[in-house]
């Protein structure tokens, strides 16, 4: 009696699997559809659809640099071989240079911006967005520029305006300075999924008007006049509008510039490379190595204030599908050459 029941079962399950094979083959890819329909998919709700979008962000940890180890205790070092192995191999596929520890330092664009230590030895190359604030109170703090042992107390703005002035590497005027702290201090690079970047930006610089930043408020406007089908008038940009100008824009600001841009990855060897994403391990183990001891590194922002998740899928509800893969070419180089999930 139980043989032809199993038997049956078995059909029965074997047809199912064929029927959800032949119905997901018939699913059109939206990549495959012309733009403007792309961009209008009606039949799923953009909440949805924005949750789907983002699922790979939200599983960076096993798949964006690191997604070749079966392990996320594996040693620090070892990370950072990886991290910079895949940053060689992407420099050499897509052409973009060599990596050398003697580049010409009089070549050194002025839009590179690198602050260094002389107690520690080290040299950052700054990304705004990328932890700048949190590691300009770190060297403040090791600098003694500060009146304070605890890079917690150092107000934000101090520490930009200081740090600026007292630690940036291109005000020592002096080419063999310059090039001998290149050539033997270690350099570090603070890096972060650009999408989370992206928003980032927008949400402090762009979303609202600032007391501190009126200039971005006019930036705002302009944005929004310039991919708005209103036109010219006071909003202020939407995140879709500005992730829509991001994408074209070839002059870009430096906090929504690509890496490769403002820190030359691709011609400058690094020798550390962090993420934001891991940047409490990242800084730690960094920190120890230079025996930064007695500090802890320092958030620049409350956790409810920070870009997570949930953020993100918030603000990616009401962005077309089409413009997410314009960003996503606009700032390849990014997500590739230091393995970042393609949305």
């Not at 209008?40 to 979008?53: C, D, F, G, M, Y």
């Not at 030359?264 to 920190?287: G, K, Q, S």
Request: proline share 3%; with cysteine.
């Amino acid at each position: 009696m139980n043989k032809p029941i199993r038997t049956l079962s078995r059909s029965l399950i074997g047809a199912l699997i064929v029927f959800c094979i032949f119905i997901s083959c018939r699913q059109p890819n939206w990549r495959d559809k012309p733009a403007h329909q792309r961009d209008s998919i009606e039949h799923k709700n953009k909440r949805t659809l924005a949750r789907e979008v983002i699922r790979n962000w939200n599983t960076w940890s096993t798949r964006h640099v690191d997604r070749r180890r079966n392990n996320f205790e594996v040693g620090f070092m070892e990370l950072q071989r990886k991290r910079q192995s895949l940053l060689r191999e992407e420099c050499q596929r897509q052409k973009l240079g060599n990596i050398d520890d003697d580049f010409d330092v009089m070549k050194l664009e002025p839009k590179v911006k690198l602050l260094y230590s002389d107690k520690h030895r080290f040299i950052l190359c700054e990304i705004p967005k990328c932890a700048s604030s949190s590691m300009k109170k770190v060297l403040l703090t090791t600098e003694k520029l500060v009146n304070t042992t605890n890079p917690r107390e150092v107000k934000s703005e101090l520490a930009h305006r200081l740090a600026d002035a007292k630690l940036d590497l291109r005000r020592l005027r002096n080419a063999t300075g310059i090039a001998e702290r290149l050539r033997n201090y270690k350099r570090l690079i603070i890096v972060r999924d650009p999408v989370y970047r992206l928003l980032s930006a927008y949400r402090n610089k762009l979303e609202k008007e600032y007391p501190w930043s009126r200039d971005f408020a006019d930036m705002s406007r302009k944005i929004h006049s310039n991919v708005s089908a209103e036109g010219r008038g006071t909003k202020l940009a939407t995140f879709a509008e500005f992730l829509k100008y991001a994408a074209m824009d070839r002059d870009r600001d430096r906090h929504w510039k690509l890496y490769y841009d403002l820190c030359l990855p691709c011609t400058i060897r690094y020798d550390f490379i962090a993420h934001v994403e891991t940047i409490n391990n990242d800084m730690t183990e960094f920190m120890k190595m230079l025996r930064m001891e007695n500090m802890s590194f320092p958030s620049n922002y409350a956790a409810s204030e920070q870009t997570d998740i949930e953020k993100l899928e918030k603000y990616m509800a009401s962005v077309p599908l089409g413009t997410i893969e314009d960003i996503y070419n606009s700032y390849r180089n990014d997500f590739e050459m230091f393995g970042f999930s393609r949305p």
